[in-house]
């Protein structure tokens, strides 16, 4: 069994085993009904089943999921970003939990600069998030705040008590003093960054409403995750990339190592309410919490 497949069983159980079993023929009837050819599934996958392929000329990425809610919202978040640099929208049916989206080409993610060029990905991200942002939000809109995804923390985890009251803390005051919302991506980070042509795309938004540090800092500052828990120096690599975003945002470093911190604490609850191992996620904590960083 694949990991993507054991994902989707871990978090779904029998709806996610049916949904599994049902993927060949909902993907023949999206071919059909989209005029999709030569679909290959591409590498990584995680929560998503998604495909490379053509239609007509032009290469094509199709995306489906179990969760359709979350299906719908990343394609509404799509199309209020229309123009502000993220991947093209080109179809979808809530109906079957499905999106079609144009491809980018070459389509290498940023993680091909890290770590050698981290300076120059970090740049890129933080002009995309930059962009992101100016987007206008849709009137009537239905996207969550990050109150309601920060929420998650006021539960009881299995977390040394005094991160985890630290990461509530922090959160009260961020959320206090961010006056200004704007649309953000919610999941920003180097594999959601594709090179297209000359310059650079960004793919799979959330769509949450939120402080504008929430996108370059968190999952920005912590991935490639696995690259970035085998380096030797972990905590200099951590306290660099903080000091870019400051220098690049204008912000109070304590801020960005702030939002950083509950990012990670509620990843670490995301995993732990799916089931997940956090043992890295744990030790990434431990070390942003340790001084000097």
């Given at each position: 069994?694949?990991?993507?497949e054991e994902?989707i069983?871990?978090?779904?159980?029998?709806r996610?085993?049916k949904?599994?079993?049902?993927?060949?023929?909902?993907?023949?009837q999206l071919?059909?009904q989209w005029?999709?050819?030569?679909?290959v599934?591409?590498?990584h996958?995680?929560?998503?089943?998604v495909?490379?392929?053509?239609?007509d000329?032009?290469?094509v990425?199709?995306?489906?999921?179990?969760?359709?809610?979350?299906?719908?919202?990343e394609?509404?978040?799509?199309?209020a970003?229309?123009?502000?640099g993220?991947?093209?929208l080109l179809?979808?049916d809530?109906?079957?939990?499905?999106?079609?989206i144009?491809?980018?080409i070459?389509?290498?993610?940023l993680?091909t600069?890290?770590p050698?060029?981290d300076n120059e990905a970090?740049?890129?991200a933080c002009r995309?998030?930059e962009?992101?942002h100016?987007?206008?939000v849709?009137v009537?809109?239905?996207?969550?705040h990050l109150?309601?995804?920060?929420?998650?923390?006021?539960?009881?985890?299995?977390?040394?008590?005094e991160?985890?009251q630290?990461?509530r803390?922090?959160?009260?005051?961020?959320?206090?003093?961010?006056l200004v919302n704007?649309?953000?991506h919610?999941?920003?980070?180097?594999?959601n960054?594709l090179?297209?042509?000359?310059d650079w795309?960004?793919i799979?938004?959330?769509g949450v409403?939120g402080?504008?540090?929430y996108?370059?800092?968190?999952?920005l500052?912590?991935e490639?995750f696995?690259k970035?828990m085998e380096l030797?120096?972990i905590?200099g690599?951590l306290?660099?990339?903080?000091e870019?975003?400051?220098q690049?945002?204008?912000s109070?470093?304590?801020?960005?190592w702030?939002?950083?911190?509950?990012?990670?604490?509620?990843?670490?609850?995301w995993s732990?309410?799916d089931g997940q191992?956090?043992?890295l996620?744990?030790?990434?904590l431990?070390?942003l919490s340790?001084?000097?960083v």
């Amino acid at each position: 069994m694949s990991e993507f497949e054991e994902n989707i069983i871990l978090i779904y159980g029998e709806r996610g085993r049916k949904w599994l079993k049902s993927l060949p023929s909902l993907i023949s009837q999206l071919s059909v009904q989209w005029g999709l050819r030569d679909l290959v599934p591409c590498e990584h996958l995680s929560y998503n089943y998604v495909l490379s392929g053509c239609q007509d000329n032009s290469t094509v990425i199709l995306k489906a999921g179990v969760d359709i809610q979350a299906i719908q919202q990343e394609c509404e978040a799509i199309c209020a970003f229309k123009g502000h640099g993220l991947i093209e929208l080109l179809n979808s049916d809530f109906d079957k939990g499905a999106i079609l989206i144009a491809r980018a080409i070459p389509g290498e993610t940023l993680t091909t600069l890290f770590p050698s060029m981290d300076n120059e990905a970090l740049g890129i991200a933080c002009r995309l998030a930059e962009c992101l942002h100016k987007a206008p939000v849709p009137v009537g809109h239905k996207f969550p705040h990050l109150s309601e995804w920060l929420s998650i923390l006021d539960k009881d985890w299995d977390l040394p008590k005094e991160q985890l009251q630290l990461a509530r803390n922090l959160k009260k005051d961020l959320l206090n003093n961010s006056l200004v919302n704007v649309l953000l991506h919610g999941d920003l980070h180097y594999a959601n960054i594709l090179s297209d042509g000359d310059d650079w795309l960004v793919i799979d938004p959330k769509g949450v409403m939120g402080n504008s540090l929430y996108d370059i800092t968190g999952a920005l500052l912590r991935e490639p995750f696995k690259k970035v828990m085998e380096l030797s120096n972990i905590s200099g690599m951590l306290k660099n990339r903080m000091e870019f975003v400051a220098q690049y945002s204008g912000s109070d470093i304590k801020q960005v190592w702030a939002w950083t911190y509950v990012q990670t604490v509620m990843s670490i609850c995301w995993s732990l309410e799916d089931g997940q191992d956090v043992i890295l996620k744990q030790k990434f904590l431990d070390i942003l919490s340790a001084p000097g960083v």
